[in-house]
């Protein structure tokens, strides 16, 4: 590495350089030069060597790095470019810039490039493709707004079509890129607008310099520059430059590093980074002896598995050279920005043929070397031809006529190369084919459409015998080269998107060449990958099928796009259906198949021996089922009717036609039927694609379509019998061979019933499919409302599933939107779920059982749904088929289906066998399709008769043919008769209305058929009414038989009941004892009961020695695990809650505190700002402490079973003490133990003053401090205090605990500490009881806080104090008692008790000394000097801590003076004026004093004077104040969420029933919250009152120095009350986060766009998430950026939002996280995670306010357990890396 030092210039050197160099004299001399290139080669031979490139790692890490490469940009700027720039303009460059710019006349075009992640919108309407898109400030200044838009995130590289008016079909233009008087034409020659010297200047420098990057960037060796580039003395540094790939891994690259160039690994983590986004990297500097050494450790390490890591070892002035090509073209592109006149010069020089001829520009050097180049040259170079070729009309044609000339070249090296198509020059096609003038042009002049295809074809090399693609045994390369070649059928799209609206001969002779191809393409598919029934055993090996759908998927766009071409031009379409016609023929089926004759019912047919079940069958049929696409378009523009001379119609042998759509069909019927089983998967796949809804489009549907256009062709008879033939079901029909098969194999049975209904579906779909238009006389929107009436019958559907069900056509778009608000009517979605489409109760009669794009379970869902509303309606249950629309002339002749005889015998017979019950030779399926069939003709026959002016018109007679007797197999009545003989039939009533509809039919059609000569409207109306009475009289039968049934069920509940009335009074003593049993049994503390309850004589106070004790002693609870029920008592065996304690900043006012070190923080005082506490929740489920021992030791031995190579991440980490809750399976990492209820007060004991109590108070506390002191040897020389009378401070209380309850409480107490500390278990540490203190003080805040929150700020500046409790609004509109879940309530309950008495489990004298310190911060004396301000304390965390410590010293007090109630109220007392203290000190009055009417009250004197004593001990630095009003205001606003806190502490400790004022919402609250605290309602009355006991008191707290720090600016004051906290603001409109998303660079990558940019929701952080640059170490472990900033942000625990996927995280630890739906919706009440569909999206505030509450309660790790446990797959996730 020292070689690199000597080469250096000294800074110095180089410093004096930049003073005496001089641009213009440089660019002076270049003018007078006689050969510039020589002048300018020579000046960059002498200065890039020395400025680029001098040190180790180009571009590396740290602080030193960046100084360097700005140095280096200073550099290239003074001695390289500006030189450039002075050449160029002549003058000052910044002055001859803005001149330029001035006078420059821009093209309307926009060409914002776009960066990666950066928001694109498309107009739905008016777009010409899915590629025409805007940028957001173009659209937002454009019309689209208002229209239906899609929304999605760049890719990169693609620019805006703002201004090109190709692209939309209207408002192409946003205001601020419509043309102007100064806009220039686009045919104009920019050039002229510029001086004649200066284009001349620019044609010369841009040809240098361009020729000079093209040279280097394309350059490959690696030792020596080009001529003319030779640096004055050559030193002898080298580079070893790594490559990019995309085959070998992160880790693999890191690991090589590491090994090679002795580096760490996160030099090789920003080594790697680097690569992968410059495509380059210099991973070591020195001679070349230490860079080979290097190159060969790397190639030796990576070509293990696959082809190495290309590594170089480069000269280090070729890398500088290369390295300043880069910024040369980089700065090309900015100078073209000012003026299209030098934009169309460098287009020129780019696109100037050299001498070499063909293929010789500097443009075309650069695409086809492209896949020579590295990632970052190609970005820069690509940016450039987008800045120059494509923004200038002229040369963006001349351009893609080279292109498209170098196609196949193009596309064959990006094949060969491993670098994603986003970074290849193949990836401008979408900028050039997709204008569609442009397309029809290089179509005409280079014949694109046969290049692409031909390119195409030659890449798909592995045919089989006959020719046909053959995919099996592919390897991982080929199909590598498979997914690659796909990209080809994506520009085949682009050129075919918009069909064209003028042809003209050359295209269309283009355009049928192309098509040519395009059929020999399909003819390779045709009948690739046939599959052959296996008989006897199983498939070995699953065969290749996946690459055929794929090929099938890609293409379905372009045979619909081919069609779509041909509909627009009649000469096209004959041709291409003459063409189509002649490939089919030439592959024909093959020979020598056995001729067969078939008779049916008296006809005879010729065809030949066949079986799907035996022989060879493929689904891959394109060229059938092109055709059939382009006969139905012969059809639908009458082309077949205007000219059938030019058709070769007579060529047709529709038994040809029809026989491989045919065994298609015939195979899902085997399928199903179940005789493929032994075929394995595969085959089960092809055929779901077969019918999925992104193939069947040009498979399934066309399939139908060929077998309909046979039919339209052929005698009904004879196509019914081939149908026959194939479905291998003549034996069956032919003869009465039934009788046999009732004792043949059961399985074959079943197998010839499933065929028979599937043969029968398949003549339904045939006959009754017009939805096509050219097959039924329908418009297109017809068949899109059809599916989505059929979709809503089976249930309500979301928009997404709709369209998702719905085939999306080339520009993606369903047709949806055009119909959907005629057919259904939309749903709004709640705070969960999403909008739903219900179908409109008047659009069920177009309702099909048997449509064709059900799936079984489809149809059984929706017969079964429609049924159902059926009968809720009171209408049959009968489902007709609905009326179908009319034939096109070419497929007329199909209904004569319905009518032959062939499909008559089948009927009858299935309707003969139905007669017999118990056959097993028949099912209700198959009969049920019959029936439908008969109703379908019937539809036809009175429509037929509707239409028709007479009798003699109508051909179609199917009532009078099912009339006749059937001929064989039964000769036994008729098809009607039968009928008959069935409806009363008792094993078919399901079917008894749909028979009775039919019979309906049938003699409605014979009163028209009587009735004909009258009009036929009046036969119409005469034909219904029949129908009308017959339904009314069944309504009438049905409404009699629906009451009767009422009647019965009510005697019968009536008799039930009786029976139970009489069981209870025989059984009274058992019920009377349950109920007691039931009521003792719950949980539920007394104050749940209603307040109407409660003795209200008494008024409710739940502090001092008034308070009210609890009303039910004895608290009996039951076990969940072993169902046994126990009372809660302090001796008995210990009951323990389930519980969860975590670490929470949700309260926090300081997020940027450093977390405390957890060794030698002091819990004792908590700071206002809360900055950090700790939350414990509970499900509110009880155990035995044993039993809860019990089945934790169970879950610990269960993960230690499970073996190790399995030992994922669990949703619970046993290991920190977790477990799921063995009832509801919610998070746990403790218990708290039960503990009885306190006491009621004595009323016997004295309640002393608050003067004697602190007397007595403060003798106590100087001997407890005394005691310690002498204990631990330091109190020689003080004298010993004066002991009150019986207090004993060597007395040891007896533990009123067992020792289960002793054990469980420690237990607690030890969890709480590990947890809120993040500390090991340390039961001896003096800090346990004070955190056990601390997570019940901070869980009551936070439930008081943000249940309860209000919201002063509504306050603001209005002057009526009148109720002011009224309008202290909370934030839920919640009281403060009864409105808490039970888990909440038993939660805290348990966790007050149980902080009360947890000084058992602890030393004595911890708790003594915890309480001296507490009790000497609210009474200082002169001991007291390490005691906090008054400013640095939470106030009601000092009176929980207060309270819950003094148990223990007055345990000490054996004189019984005073209650302990006493202490809790004057600690109460003393604390509440400290708050009110606190809040004076801290409220700000900048807002406008506003003077209330009429004389101050007594609150605002009282406030006015203690506020002015303050000002007085702090010698003024407090303002002045002068409405008194306005102090009260704040005083009382400020206090009332403490007095909330503590009414809850004191409510749960002392279990008082609140007053019936606190438990509802409304007036009152506060003179009932000061009441229940035994407090007068003018607070200010308790410092009055007590006067001469406090005013020593607040002088003190005012006198202690870090109170007038902290007002003089000395930290931040926390102000009361502190607002709730809220998550971050979101905009309302989601683009605007994406469009913050894409500005926003990783922080550690050098200007790098972060990958996937995710926002912290509680602070607004935008941070790199899911990458290496920005993996921190947390803990001695790598973790990702979200995961460290949730230990920094909300202690282990956050919140955010993925904003390019639209995906809310929530994260709990290195370990646990889950998604949750994002708070963003589109118009139709769905989220859209991964931004699939593009719908606009905006901010739902209901959904944001449910993820603000989970936080507020605490509930996210909850909610990420339950995700885990219901989904296995998210435990997988590494989270810690997010």
């Keep these: 590495m020292a070689a690199a030092e000597s080469d250096r210039d000294p800074p110095s050197a180089l410093c004096s350089e930049f003073l005496n160099f001089s641009a213009r004299d440089t660019a002076t001399r270049w003018l007078e030069a006689a050969d510039l290139k020589h002048e300018v080669y020579r000046h960059l031979a002498v200065y890039v060597p020395r400025i680029l490139c001098l040190g180790p790692t180009p571009g590396g890490g740290g602080a030193g790095s960046s100084r360097e490469e700005q140095r280096e940009e200073l550099a290239c700027q003074l001695l390289l470019l500006a030189p450039l720039e002075w050449f160029l303009l002549g003058e000052e460059p910044s002055t001859g810039l803005a001149l330029l710019q001035e006078k420059n006349q821009p093209s309307p075009l926009c060409g914002h490039v776009f960066k990666v992640g950066e928001p694109t919108y498309s107009c739905r309407e008016c777009a010409a493709d899915p590629t025409c898109v805007l940028c957001m400030q173009c659209f937002l200044g454009s019309v689209h707004r208002e229209h239906r838009y899609r929304m999605t995130t760049s890719g990169g590289g693609g620019f805006c079509d703002c201004g090109d008016a190709e692209a939309w079909n209207k408002g192409p233009y946003c205001h601020n890129h419509t043309p102007t008087a100064n806009t220039r034409d686009s045919e104009a020659d920019p050039t002229a607008l510029l001086p004649a010297d200066m284009v001349a200047r620019g044609y010369s420098i841009f040809s240098i310099i361009l020729k000079y990057a093209v040279d280097l960037l394309t350059w490959d060796q690696e030792d020596q520059v080009p001529a003319g580039l030779e640096p004055p003395e050559r030193g002898d540094t080298y580079y070893c430059m790594l490559f990019n790939d995309e085959v070998h891994t992160y880790e693999q690259v890191i690991y090589t590093l590491q090994k090679a160039v002795s580096c760490s690994q996160k030099e090789a983590v920003s080594f790697a980074t680097t690569v992968d986004r410059d495509g380059r990297k210099s991973v070591r500097f020195g001679d070349f002896q230490f860079c080979e050494q290097a190159k060969s450790v790397i190639v030796r390490n990576t070509s293990r598995q696959s082809k190495p890591l290309r590594v170089e070892v480069m000269h280090s002035s070729v890398v500088a050279h290369q390295c300043f090509a880069l910024k040369a073209l980089s700065w090309l592109g900015q100078v073209i920005q000012y003026s299209d006149g030098l934009r169309r010069t460098l287009c020129q020089v780019g696109l100037q043929t050299g001498p070499e001829g063909e293929n010789s520009s500097l443009v075309d050097q650069l695409m086809l070397n492209d896949s020579k180049m590295w990632k970052g040259a190609r970005n820069i170079y690509h940016q450039l031809l987008m800045n120059s070729l494509l923004m200038d009309l002229k040369y963006k044609k001349i351009f893609a006529i080279q292109f498209a000339k170098n196609y196949r070249r193009l596309q064959t090296d990006f094949l060969e190369d491993d670098h994603e198509r986003v970074v290849s020059v193949t990836s401008l096609s979408v900028q050039l084919f997709t204008v569609p003038t442009m397309a029809r042009m290089l179509m005409v002049e280079e014949n694109l459409m046969k290049t692409i295809i031909r390119t195409f074809v030659d890449h798909l090399r592995h045919r089989d015998l006959h020719g046909r693609f053959q995919f099996d045994r592919y390897t991982a390369q080929q199909a590598f080269k498979f997914g690659r070649v796909q990209s080809l059928i994506g520009d085949l799209k682009y050129v075919l998107i918009s069909r064209p609206s003028q042809w003209n001969d050359q295209l269309r002779v283009k355009f049928l060449e192309g098509l040519d191809a395009f059929l020999e393409l399909l003819k390779c598919m045709q009948g690739m990958d046939p599959v052959v029934r296996q008989v006897g055993q199983h498939i070995e090996m699953e065969p290749e099928w996946e690459a055929a759908f794929t090929l ?22 004959i041709e291409a259906y003459r063409k189509c016609l002649s490939v089919l023929s030439s592959c024909h089926l093959p020979e020598g198949e056995q001729p067969i004759s078939l008779s049916v ?130 034996h069956i029909f032919s003869s009465d061979c039934r009788k046999r098969y009732r004792e043949a194999n059961k399985d074959v049975v079943q197998q010839n019933n499933t065929l028979i209904e599937e043969m029968l579906h398949l003549i339904i779909m045939v006959v009754g499919e017009r939805y096509v238009s050219g097959v039924g006389q329908v418009e297109p929107l017809e068949e899109v409302r059809r599916e989505i009436i059929h979709q809503l019958s089976i249930r309500a559907m979301a ?81 007709p088929p609905p009326r179908p629309p009319p034939l096109c002339p070419l497929f007329a002749s199909l209904v004569n289906l319905l009518q032959c005889d062939v499909l008559l015998a089948v009927e009858g017979a299935v309707l003969h066998w139905a007669v017999e019950p118990s056959g097993g030779g028949w099912t209700e399926s198959m009969l049920q399709r019959v029936l439908h069939l008969v109703g379908v003709a019937l539809l036809e026959e009175q429509q037929q008769l509707e239409n028709s002016s007479g009798d003699d018109d109508v051909t179609f007679n199917y009532t009078s043919k099912i009339t006749r007797p059937g001929e064989a197999p039964s000769t036994s009545g008729s098809v009607l008769a039968l009928l008959e003989s069935l409806q009363n039939a008792p094993h078919l009533e399901v079917h008894k209305d749909m028979i009775s509809w039919i019979l309906k039919m049938v003699s409605n059609i014979k009163t028209m058929r009587e009735r004909s000569c009258s009009t036929s409207t009046v036969a119409v109306s005469q034909g219904q009414g029949p129908e009308e009475m017959v339904r009314d009289k069944d309504k009438a039968e049905r409404k009699r038989k629906a009451d009767m049934a009422r009647l ?55 502090v001092g020695p008034r308070r009210v004790g609890g009303a039910e002693p004895r608290q009996l609870v039951t076990c969940i695990l072993c169902q046994e029920e126990q009372e809660v008592r302090g001796h008995g065996r210990a009951m323990v809650l389930a519980a969860f304690v975590q670490r929470s900043t949700v309260l926090s006012k300081n997020r940027r505190r450093s977390l405390p070190d957890p060794e030698r923080h002091d819990p004792v005082f908590m700071h206002p700002d809360l900055s950090m506490g700790v939350h414990t929740a509970s499900c509110g489920h009880i155990m035995h402490a044993t039993c809860w021992q019990r089945y934790f030791e169970a879950v610990q031995l269960k993960e230690q079973r499970r073996q190790q190579r399995l030992r994922g991440h669990t949703s619970y980490d046993v290991e920190n003490g977790e477990f799921l809750c063995p009832l509801c399976e919610c998070l746990s990492n403790t218990v708290i133990p039960l503990l009885p209820q306190t006491r009621p007060p004595d009323p016997s004991v004295s309640h002393p003053s608050l003067e004697a109590w602190l007397k007595l108070t403060n003798q106590q506390t100087a001997v407890l401090r005394y005691t310690h002191r002498s204990q631990s040897g330091g109190v020689a020389e003080e004298a010993e205090p004066v002991v009150p009378e019986g207090f004993r401070v060597d007395f040891a209380p007896q533990n009123p605990f067992s020792s289960s309850v002793s054990e469980m409480v420690t237990a607690f107490s030890v969890s709480a500490y590990k947890v809120g500390l993040k500390v090991n278990p340390n039961e001896q540490d003096p800090r346990v009881p004070v955190v056990v203190w601390s997570t019940c003080a901070y869980t009551i805040q936070s439930i008081g806080t943000h249940t309860h929150t209000y919201t002063h700020t509504h306050l603001r500046g209005r002057a009526d104090a009148v109720c002011l409790s009224e309008r202290l609004l909370m934030d839920e509109q919640k009281p403060l008692f009864g409105s808490l879940p039970c888990r909440q309530d038993d939660c805290l309950s348990s966790l007050t008790r149980f902080s009360s008495a947890c000084w058992t489990s602890a030393p004595v004298t911890t708790t003594h000394t915890h309480f001296v310190r507490l009790f000497t911060a609210l009474h200082p004396d002169a001991s007291a000097a390490d005691a906090p301000c008054v400013l640095d304390m939470d106030m009601f965390h000092l009176l929980v801590y207060t309270v819950l410590s003094y148990s223990s010293v007055h345990t000490l007090d054996q004189s019984r003076w005073s209650s302990v109630d006493s202490a809790h109220l004057h600690l109460l007392h003393l604390v509440t004026v400290a708050h009110l203290v606190q809040i004076l000190l801290t409220s700000t009055t900048e807002e406008v004093c506003m003077d209330q009417d009429g004389a101050g009250s007594q609150e605002e004197e009282l406030t006015c004077q203690l506020y002015d004593r303050l000002r007085k001990h702090l010698s003024s630095v407090l303002p002045e104040v002068t409405s008194g009003w306005q102090l009260y205001r704040r005083v009382k606003v400020g206090i009332l969420p403490f007095l909330r806190s503590a009414a809850l502490f004191f409510h749960y400790l002392n279990s008082t029933a609140p007053p019936a004022d606190l438990l509802v919402a409304g007036p009152g609250q506060w003179e009932a919250l000061c009441s229940y605290l035994s407090l007068p309602s003018n607070l200010l009355q308790l410092h009055q009152s007590q006067h001469t006991q406090l005013e020593p008191l607040i002088q003190r707290w005012c006198c202690h120095p870090g109170v007038r720090r902290s007002l003089q600016g000395g930290g931040a004051v926390v ?107 589109d118009d139709y009440g769905e989220t859209d995670q991964g931004l699939k569909r593009g719908n606009p999206l905006h901010l739902c505030a209901e959904r944001y306010r449910k993820i603000e509450r989970l936080w507020h309660q605490h509930g996210i790790a909850e909610v990420i357990g339950h995700a885990q446990e219901a989904n296995q797959t998210l435990v997988a996730i590494d989270w810690q890396h997010l």
């Design 552 to 573: 099938q998927m890609k293409l379905t766009h372009i045979i619909t796009m081919i069609q779509d071409w041909c509909c627009t031009d009649e000469r096209v379409l």
């Design 601 to 730: 019912a008296g006809h005879t047919v010729e065809t030949f021996r066949y079986q799907v079940s035996q022989d060879k069958v493929s689904i891959h049929l394109p060229l059938y089922r092109l055709l059939a696409g382009l006969h139905v378009l012969l059809s639908r523009t009458e082309v077949a009717s205007r000219f059938p001379e030019q058709l070769p119609l007579g060529e047709l042998s529709p038994p040809l036609l029809i026989e491989l759509p045919l065994r298609c069909l015939v195979l899902c019927a085997q399928v199903h039927a179940g005789m493929w089983r032994r075929n394995g998967f595969s085959l089960i796949n092809q055929i779901y694609y077969y019918h999925n809804v992104k193939c069947r489009v040009e498979m399934f549907d066309k399939d139908i379509i060929m077998l309909q256009v046979g039919a339209s062709m052929m005698d009904p008879n004879h196509f019914l019998m081939i149908v026959l033939s194939r479905f291998e079901l003549v």
């Design 799 to 879: 928009h997404s599933e709709l369209v998702k069900a719905l085939p999306e056509n080339g520009n993606k778009e369903t047709g949806l939107e055009r119909v959907i608000d005629s057919v259904a009517s939309f749903k709004k979605p709640g705070v969960t779920g999403r909008g739903l489409y219900e179908l409109r109760p008047e659009w069920t009669k177009h309702f099909n059982l048997y449509f064709h794009h059900y799936s079984r379970a489809d149809q059984s869902k929706a017969e079964e749904a429609q049924r159902k509303t059926r009968r809720q309606n009171g209408e049959d249950t009968a489902l």
């Design 1048 to 1102: 019965r069920r009510e005697k019968i509940m009536a008799q039930m009941s009786e029976m139970q009335k009489h069981f209870i009074n025989e059984n009274k003593e058992l019920f009377q004892q349950s109920l007691e049993e039931l009521e003792a049994s719950t949980s539920a503390p007394p104050e749940r009961s209603p307040p109407g309850l409660e003795p209200m004589c008494v008024s409710q106070v739940c």
């Design 1615 to 1721: 102000q009361f009350p502190r607002e709730s906290n809220r998550l971050i603001d979101l905009p309302e409109d989601y683009s605007v986060l994406i469009n913050q998303a894409s500005s926003f660079t990783c922080p550690r990558s050098g200007g790098d766009k972060a990958r996937a940019p995710t926002l912290c929701l509680v602070c607004g952080s935008l941070l790199c998430s899911q990458s290496y640059c920005c993996q921190t170490e947390v803990e001695g472990e790598d973790v990702g950026a979200c995961t460290a900033h949730t230990f920094t942000c909300g202690a282990g625990l956050g919140l955010f939002l993925r904003v390019r996927e639209s995906q809310v995280l929530f994260v709990a630890g290195k370990t646990k996280g889950c998604f949750y739906p994002p708070p963003y919706l």
